[in-house]
């Protein structure tokens, strides 16, 4: 799951859980160079189970001495509410529309058998619009199983002071990724994870694993599996587009000379079309510190 798909649970009012993990932590993290300037970008992991070990001695040392600290966007508690009221609105249907309306007989069979499964009652969802509902059905999934809605952007911005903290993109282009879609999207995405919801927690596990680890190939495949039949277009917004937008802001930090740390999701991180390959053919020279 994504940091849109984190703050929005977050917001909301979810509660997340615990998982096993290794004991040694170094999750990768990238410096990028041109010939005058450096910035750091940290792969994150938007959820963490309590007590996990991800900090490492050179993550500490950047973090001390980066001007600013930059993340996908405010997860402050004031922006975090303003989101989630943004999202309830944009969330539900106000016109008697039922979210089974929007369903064809084998979905909504499908939602009713998952969501009796993990002790979500139907009433709960069924003014809410597609992708809402599945946010709200993953999230109380992973509640069973122990889940914490809160990764490294939570963890590190209580000590940030506020002139170290700057954002790529508002909570409202980050909604616009999950409201903004198209119908036929949203339902296909809440069809692809009603079917791999069982699965659902060991895959997590996997990839928390992964990252942990600091293999973000590993990560990078997992991620492909969770997000298996969801519309490519969806993706390309979710990720690869997003990728693109936030070139503009890291061009700048390099020509203007400033020392940031960016923590980003790790799925940003990683293969065609990240912001590490992004970056490279923009002829920055980028190499894994850890």
């Known amino acids: 799951m994504t940091l849109i798909a984190r703050r929005l649970l977050a917001a909301i009012g979810f509660s997340l859980g615990l998982v096993s993990l290794p004991a040694l932590a170094a999750p990768a993290m990238w410096e990028i160079r041109d010939d005058d300037s450096t910035i750091w970008l940290f792969g994150s992991f938007h959820v963490l189970p309590e007590g996990t070990a991800w900090r490492t001695g050179l993550f500490d040392r950047v973090l001390t001495e980066a001007e600013q600290v930059v993340f996908e966007a405010d997860i402050r508690p004031a922006a975090v509410a303003q989101m989630g009221a943004e999202a309830f609105v944009r969330g539900v249907y106000v016109d008697g529309t039922m979210l089974t309306d929007r369903l064809d007989d084998a979905v909504e069979s499908l939602l009713r058998e998952k969501a009796a499964a993990i002790g979500l009652p139907m009433g709960s969802i069924l003014a809410m619009r597609p992708w809402m509902a599945t946010n709200t059905i993953t999230i109380q999934a992973l509640a069973a199983e122990g889940y914490r809605a809160e990764g490294v952007e939570f963890v590190l911005q209580p000590d940030l002071q506020e002139g170290r903290l700057s954002f790529l993109e508002s909570g409202g282009q980050q909604l616009d990724v999950l409201a903004g879609a198209p119908e036929d999207e949203q339902v296909a995405m809440l069809a692809a994870t009603l079917e791999q919801l069982e699965a659902l927690p060991k895959l997590m596990d996997k990839m928390l694993d992964s990252w942990v680890d600091g293999t973000p190939e590993a990560l990078g495949d997992l991620f492909l599996m969770e997000m298996g039949g969801f519309e490519e277009a969806f993706l390309d917004r979710l990720i690869y587009q997003r990728n693109r937008n936030w070139m503009v802001p890291l061009e700048a ?10 923590v980003v999701g790790a799925a940003h991180l990683i293969g065609a079309g990240s912001v590490l390959d992004l970056l490279e053919d923009a002829g ?7």
């Open 284 to 290: 920055y020279e980028v190499e894994r510190i850890q």
């Open 253 to 262: 930090m390099l020509a203007q000379n400033q020392e940031n740390l960016v």
